[in-house]
């Protein structure tokens, strides 16, 4: 007889709001919680909680950034520990021309864990990109 997964009683959802306190300004905020009923090492009902927050700015018509902060919560029902995972984000794009995009991005994730008995293991992860794409 198979182990039976237990019961997940977390509600589940999401939101979203935008404000964009001028023509060139955006900001968001979103908000999303979710059950994985069972993940690849056999825990269950792993309950997860995302807030992010982002900000776009358009400088010129040829220059803009965007930035995003998020921060997910995750836990499980057989373990009392949790995960903590931190990630930033932020881009300068810029178009010289029409059909030519310039991406510069930095991303940091970090994961702090709290009594997970090493089955997750904390980590920090930096990324660099640059890009350039030429739309025909």
């Known amino acids: 007889r ?22 060139r300004t955006n900001m968001y905020l979103a908000y999303a919680r979710d059950v994985e009923e069972l993940n690849d090492r056999g825990l269950s009902n792993l309950e997860s909680r995302a807030l992010s927050l982002g900000l776009g ?31 930033l984000f932020a ?12 991406a510069i991005a930095f991303s940091r994730t ?3 864990v709290y009594d997970l008995g090493g089955l997750v293991r904390p980590f920090t992860n930096d990324r660099y990109l ?4 030429y739309y025909f």
């Open 110 to 112: 970090q994961r702090k």
């Open 57 to 87: 700015h358009r400088f010129t018509s040829t220059l803009a950034t965007t930035m995003s902060y998020d921060w997910t919560d995750i836990r499980t029902n057989e373990l009392s520990g949790k995960g903590i995972d931190t990630k």
């Open 130 to 133: 640059v890009n350039v794409t």
């Open 2 to 23: 198979p182990d039976r997964v237990p019961e997940a009683r977390h509600p589940v959802g999401s939101f979203k709001v935008g404000f964009d306190p001028s023509d």
């Open 91 to 102: 881009t300068l794009l810029w178009k010289p021309h029409r059909q030519v995009l310039t």
